[in-house]
Structures are given as structure tokens and as C-alpha cells.
């Protein structure tokens, strides 16, 4: 079983920076990947991003060039940095980690406003 814990967030202004964090109860390394999805009301929740345990990263095209993700090992922790805001980034963000089944942080609210 992992458990994991989010923190970052909040309300920001467009074109401003954001960072997630999601801390697991497990090391990376026995993770096959960890990361984020978003859903915003009224649409389907999205893959935002997402790392595996190798280190491989890969991006939603919206989010391409403007987030990163990146880990940080002795923490057992995972990050997404959201630089160049925009209101439509505005979701609930939702941390990740995979092994055979799927586990999920507590979920985060990220709202950038125009």
C-alpha cells in the first residue's frame, strides 16, 4: 500500500507559478510511476503529468513547456512545477502513484484567475 500526501496549491494570477508536492509513503524507486491528473468542472480528468520510476517524464500537450515534474528521491517525493499560468489550468490536481493498483493524494485545489 502507498500513501500519499499533497501540498502546494492555491489561487494565483495568470501568468504566475505554482508548485505541487506529493510525498509517498514508499520509495520511488518501487513505484512504477507517480504524478498528477487535473479535472476541471464540467470536463474529464486529464493526465497532467507524470514520472516513472526509471525517471522517463511525460507532459499533457496543454501543459507542455509550462510544468515540470520532477522527483526528489532521499524524499520519496514528486513535484510539479507550474510556471505561465493560465485560467484554464484552473482544476482540482490529483497525485498519483502506480504499482499494481492505482493510489491517490487527497486532491488539491489550484485556481488561477485572469
Known amino acids: 500500500q502507498v500513501q500519499l500526501v499533497e501540498s502546494g496549491g492555491g489561487l494565483v494570477q495568470a501568468g504566475g507559478s505554482l508548485r505541487l508536492s506529493c510525498a509517498a509513503s514508499r520509495s520511488v524507486f518501487l513505484i512504477m510511476s507517480m504524478g498528477w491528473y487535473r479535472q476541471a468542472p464540467g470536463k474529464q480528468r486529464e493526465l497532467v503529468a507524470g514520472?516513472?520510476?526509471?525517471?522517463?517524464?511525460n507532459y499533457a500537450d496543454s501543459v507542455k513547456g509550462r510544468f515540470t515534474i520532477s522527483r526528489d528521491t532521499a524524499k520519496n517525493t514528486v513535484y510539479l512545477q507550474m510556471d505561465s499560468l493560465k485560467p484554464e489550468d484552473t482544476a482540482i490536481y490529483s497525485c498519483?502513484?502506480?504499482?499494481?493498483?492505482?493510489?491517490w493524494g487527497q486532491g488539491t485545489q489550484v485556481t488561477v484567475s485572469s
Open positions: 514520472i516513472t520510476s526509471g525517471g522517463s517524464t
Open positions: 498519483y502513484a502506480r504499482t499494481s493498483v492505482v493510489y
